[in-house]
């Protein structure tokens, strides 16, 4: 059913987020001169689409370089090289004005509630901000609109003249919510929008993200290291390792049938709460290696447990298995282990 | 094994423990008589979310409770038949570190930066033990090989921040663990890390568990490591013990509102159940939030947030009974639950 759509809408329309061939290096400068003595690889080509009303979970762990493509897919960032198309149209390029009227339709909400608020700014002019500066609304008709905003994520448009330091947690991320949804985006990216939030918190505002998605046809970009959480709210799932996908599949497929080894473990080691299941764990060993020198051809063989000769030297390119099934590795492309 | 022998009989007895801030805007009830046993060898879970007293409770076992504006107002802890709360600080030194240890969530700021590993772990040995100091730093680093760290003799020689956010944490339990602790307390120990690293914490943590035989506090918000590590589960609600049970019981039929609630609320991963996953499907809220613990409802302090609340759950605290063989609970409606409540 979610598969289906996803599938559909690509086929068929324009895809609301399009991005090809990212990649982000960040230059290492050191010493009095500030002379660039290396690069960090945050991401190395990473492609990817999002259709209309899907959700795309981008899972990986920390330096994976998952949050630095959220920020370059908002030209937070500029990205090194690749391009970006929002509904079509490429904005890798666009100056600060162009890109303006972009802005509109791509929205991003931050993991930490407490930082990405101004203290000082009461919740309603916060709400009110992006209306504001693109000229949407003033006087009584913004106020009209944010009260409108504030019920549709479950707040009390009496709450509005309240600051952010009188909202819990959940609440502040539903003031971000409602910031991000002012505009009537297409594309909301969220970057770890519930880590933060304690779990009875975390299915409130999970709900929310939902509801408002079936609601508006948003599509998401959700950025998360809670699997769990991303196997709820996503259709699709690309999962990251040091700044390369290495495997892209509907979340049924991606849970049920992991074809990469990094996402069989990874899915090995997240702990199911239930008792009753015993599995055996497969545990990784070793950490994640440095971004800012990667190890030679498949970035995970240093962790692999199926490593061969011929993972230490070539890169294995993302190749598409089955439809809408592509994975990064050796042993998939040579069909030495089977799906 | 030898593990049922093992497990019997309780190293540690803690009974009507409270820990409060006494701060300008009232007195905050961080622990309000919270209660529990840990047998020898066993790993108990105390899970809540955040400002439930978990780690507070983990504090005021250790005797840390930052005073002022904390105290540790009433109750026992009872380590091994010994009160450690009608300790003085000197003998309370000694025990801390030696016969009950503490490993915190975040290792970097738990750690002396300017201190080289090899040098803290080895101040925990000497602190404890009447060992020459050559002794001391081979101790430090058999340590460091037990917590499985490649080229110990080595690292203990390096300073914190060399090391990786998963090569700390196992270096503070080698430190936790240096003096063959009867209890550990760990709170959080694998909140900072990747979900992958994570699991070869748990794991290690787990196995030197099994080789030593210490008795394990795990306290975590997640539902997930409780099931898969502990053996008995306390759940605490705004600095109240709210249930009590065997692991398997918590998760099969909790009999605290609070307790379904916080289960229901979690995605379940249904596909690596085997189970159909559901389009749009909803998690169960609770609704509302945790009350302030300045300011909090007269009667049970989940009532405002409960689906089951009544007159009298909203006037009178529930008394906390044995509703199950081994199964405690506060709720006045813990039957409902047990009944035809069960999904």
């Keep these: 059913m979610t598969e289906a759509r996803g599938q559909n809408s690509s086929a068929a329309q324009v895809p609301v987020l399009e991005v090809s061939g990212l990649k982000k290096h960040f230059p290492l400068k050191k010493g009095l001169l500030r002379r660039t003595v290396g690069h960090v690889y945050a991401i190395d080509g990473v492609s990817f689409s999002i259709a209309e009303g899907e959700t795309l979970g981008l899972v990986g762990e920390s330096g994976c370089g998952k949050s630095t493509v959220a920020r370059a897919v908002m030209r937070l960032v500029e990205p090194t090289a690749g391009s970006i198309k929002l509904s079509g149209c490429d904005i890798t390029h666009l100056r600060k004005a162009e890109l303006r009227p972009h802005r509109r339709e791509m929205q991003i909400i931050f993991q930490d509630p407490f930082a990405s608020l101004d203290p000082r700014m009461s919740a309603g002019a916060i709400v009110g901000e992006p209306l504001h500066v693109h000229g949407v609304a003033r006087g009584k008709e913004l106020a009209e609109q944010v009260a409108a905003l504030f019920q549709q994520v479950g707040l009390r448009p009496a709450q509005m003249r309240a600051y952010p330091h009188e909202f819990s947690g959940g609440q502040r991320q539903r003031i971000c919510i409602a910031r991000a949804l002012a505009l009537n985006p297409k594309l909301i990216v969220g970057d770890e929008p519930v880590s933060a939030l304690d779990v009875s918190i975390q299915a409130q505002v999970i709900n929310l993200m939902v509801d408002l998605q079936q609601e508006k046809r948003l599509s998401y970009l959700f950025i998360a290291h809670d699997l769990a959480v991303v196997e709820h709210i996503s259709h699709r799932i690309a999962v990251m390792y040091l700044g390369r996908i290495v495997e892209y599949a509907d979340k049924a497929t991606l849970f049920s049938r992991p074809l990469h080894p990094y996402t069989e473990a990874l899915l090995s080691a997240v702990p199911i709460p239930d008792p009753k299941i015993k599995r055996k764990k497969r545990i990784l060993q070793g950490d994640v290696p440095s971004p800012v020198n990667p190890p030679p051809g498949c970035a995970f063989h240093t962790r692999c447990p199926y490593v061969m000769p011929r993972c230490k030297q070539e890169v294995p390119p993302l190749f598409e298995l089955a439809p809408g099934n592509l994975v990064a590795c050796h042993l998939h492309e040579a069909g030495i282990k089977s799906a | ?343």
């Design chain 2, 1 to 343: 094994m030898t593990a049922a022998t093992e497990i019997s009989g309780n190293i540690l007895e803690v009974a009507g423990l409270q820990t409060y801030f006494f701060t300008r805007a009232g007195i905050v009830k961080a622990v309000d008589d919270v209660s529990f046993k840990l047998r020898r060898g066993e790993t108990l879970a105390i899970v809540g979310e955040s400002g439930c007293g978990k780690s507070m409770t983990a504090l005021s076992i250790m005797r840390l409770v930052p005073t002022p504006p904390g105290r540790i107002v009433g109750g026992s802890v009872l380590l091994d038949g010994r009160d450690l709360l009608l300790l003085d600080d000197d003998a309370m030194r000694n025990v801390r570190g030696n016969e009950i240890s503490m490993i915190f969530q975040e290792p970097m700021t738990s750690l002396n930066p300017v201190m080289t590993i090899g040098d803290q772990i080895g101040e925990a040995i000497r602190l404890h033990q009447d060992l020459p100091d050559s002794a001391i730093a081979d101790k430090a680093v058999e340590m460091l090989r037990l917590v499985r760290i490649p080229e110990p003799a080595q690292r203990a020689a390096e300073y914190p921040h060399q090391l990786s956010g998963g090569m700390r944490q196992r270096a503070m339990i080698a430190m936790a663990l240096a003096c063959s602790p009867k209890v550990l307390v760990a709170d959080e120990p694998t909140t900072a890390l990747d979900v992958t690293i994570q699991a070869q914490i748990l794991d290690l943590i787990l196995e030197l568990q099994r080789e030593l035989g210490t008795a394990l506090i795990l306290i975590t918000h997640d539902l997930g490591i409780v099931a898969e590590t502990a053996q008995r589960v306390v759940v605490m609600y705004a600095g109240r013990k709210v249930e009590e049970a065997a692991v398997e019981a918590i998760f099969e039929q909790p009999l605290h509102p609070y307790t379904r609630g916080l289960i229901e609320s979690i995605p379940r991963l249904p596909s690596m159940r085997g189970e159909a996953a559901v389009a749009g499907a909803r998690l169960t809220e609770i609704p509302g939030m945790v009350p302030a613990l300045t300011d909090l409802p007269p009667g049970c302090l989940f009532a405002p947030r409960c689906a089951l609340a009544d007159e009298r759950c909203r006037e009178t605290y529930p008394s906390y009974e044995e509703k199950r063989p081994g199964h405690w609970a506060a709720c006045w409606h813990s039957s409902a639950l047990s009944g035809g409540g069960n999904d």
